[in-house]
C-alpha cells in the first residue's frame, strides 16, 4: 500500500505536513475544531481512496475526513502526551498520537482490497 499527500499537504521531514485554514479551540480546555486543507491518497493494487478536508474534533479526540463525499472519522486522537505551547498569540500543541479507527480500516480494507489494517494501527503524531 502506497499513502501520497494530496496537495496542499506536502511531505516534511519524516512526515507529511497539512496546512491548518481555520478553527476555534478555547485557550484554557483547548476544545474546538481545527480545520486543515490537502489530505492523503491511499492506493494499492491499481484503487484508490482520498482522504482530504481534515478536521481535528477536539472534544471527541477524533481527526475526521471526506471519505468519498462523506465526512468519517480517520483517526483517534491520544492526548495523554500532549505539550502545549504558544508562539504569540498562536497556540502550538504536539505530541497527540493517531491511530487508525475501525471505520477508515474498514473502508480503507474494503476499498482497496486488503486486509490487513486494523483499527489502533499507528499512524502519526
Known amino acids: 500500500m502506497k499513502v501520497t499527500p494530496i496537495a496542499p499537504a506536502a511531505a516534511k521531514g519524516g512526515g507529511i505536513a497539512f496546512p491548518v485554514t481555520a478553527g476555534t479551540v ?22 484508490r481512496l482520498d482522504a482530504t478536508n481534515f478536521q481535528v474534533d477536539t472534544k471527541q479526540n477524533k481527526l475526521f475526513a471526506t471519505v468519498g463525499g462523506q465526512r468519517v472519522p480517520l483517526l483517534d486522537l491520544d492526548v495523554a ?12 500543541v504536539a505530541g497527540v498520537a493517531g ?11 474494503d476499498t482497496l482490497g486488503v486486509t490487513f489494517l486494523k483499527a489502533g494501527i499507528p499512524i502519526g503524531i
Not at 99 to 109: G, I, K, R
Open 99 to 109: 491511530s487508525l479507527t475501525t471505520e477508515a480500516a474498514m473502508a480503507l480494507n
Open 26 to 47: 478555547n485557550e484554557k480546555t483547548l476544545a474546538g475544531l481545527v480545520d486543515h486543507t490537502g489530505g492523503l491518497s491511499f492506493s494499492a493494487g491499481g484503487k
Open 81 to 92: 502526551k500532549l505539550k502545549r505551547s504558544t508562539d504569540g498569540s498562536v497556540i502550538v
